[in-house]
């Protein structure tokens, strides 16, 4: 099987959906504000460490406990609403190319699993997998389900999209800007890191991994799936 996986925030949005849908106005009447200003400064200081990666998921999924499911569905669908218009000009462009090349694009990202199917659903990709709560009658019970962001998790969630070994590694295609995307990337056969932060780029150097910007993305993923894209027009025009 063909798979694209794709990284969301910083990569098809310009910020993190998650801190947007968190740090909404909607999302006050929901969180506590002392608790919002604790995930803020954890969200910043995850972008350098580990343990304050995993420490921003715990706090999370304390944040939300006993919050009922159906509130942060309906958070989600408000805030996507307001920052649909938002996405990067490439974004739908290069979903629908990898679509032509006969992939399955599954969107993975750290933000809310409420706010990443959203985004899925709307830009026509196959998936879309966020970080998710473990449920118990309707309300979020504090404990983390999945979470992408943490190491190994990306990989985690393609054996759930899709059958143990079905993914072909060899014409995978990832998308990604950050250190949980590395591994992915890394394994990939077709792989591009998105704008990266310079730390994050000098690793990206040393296992050979392609860079892409927002200008030349689109352009670098068509000669990556060449081959691809050229099957797919010979099969076109055969049956015209």
Request: aromatic share 6%; hydrophobic share 40%; proline share 5%.
């Amino acid at each position: 099987m063909k798979i694209a996986l794709l990284d969301m925030d910083g990569t098809l949005t310009p910020s993190a959906l998650g801190m947007a849908m968190l740090g909404s106005r909607p999302a006050a009447r929901l969180i506590d504000p002392v608790a919002m200003k604790d995930l803020g400064r954890l969200y910043r200081d995850s972008q350098g460490s580990v343990t304050s990666m995993y420490a921003l998921h715990e706090k999370y999924a304390q944040t939300l406990a006993g919050l009922p499911e159906s509130a942060i569905q309906e958070l989600a669908e408000e805030v996507w609403q307001s920052e649909r218009i938002s996405i990067y000009p490439h974004t739908k462009p290069l979903i629908d190319l990898l679509h032509l090349a006969g992939y399955r694009t599954v969107l993975v990202s750290g933000s809310p699993d409420e706010i990443v199917r959203l985004v899925a659903r709307d830009l026509g990709a196959h998936a879309g997998c966020g970080t998710r709560l473990v449920r118990s009658g309707g309300q979020y019970t504090g404990r983390l389900e999945q979470a992408p962001a943490l190491p190994g998790g990306k990989r985690a969630v393609l054996e759930e999209v899709v059958q143990p070994g079905a993914v072909d590694w060899n014409v995978a295609y990832a998308l990604g800007n950050s250190w949980p995307d590395i591994e992915v990337l890394n394994r990939a056969g077709f792989s591009l890191l998105f704008e990266p932060d310079p730390h994050i780029r000098e690793a990206a150097e040393w296992f050979g991994i392609r860079q892409a910007t927002r200008r030349t993305v689109l352009e670098q993923t068509r000669e990556l799936l060449s081959a691809s894209l050229a099957a797919a027009a010979g099969d076109v025009g055969r049956r015209n």
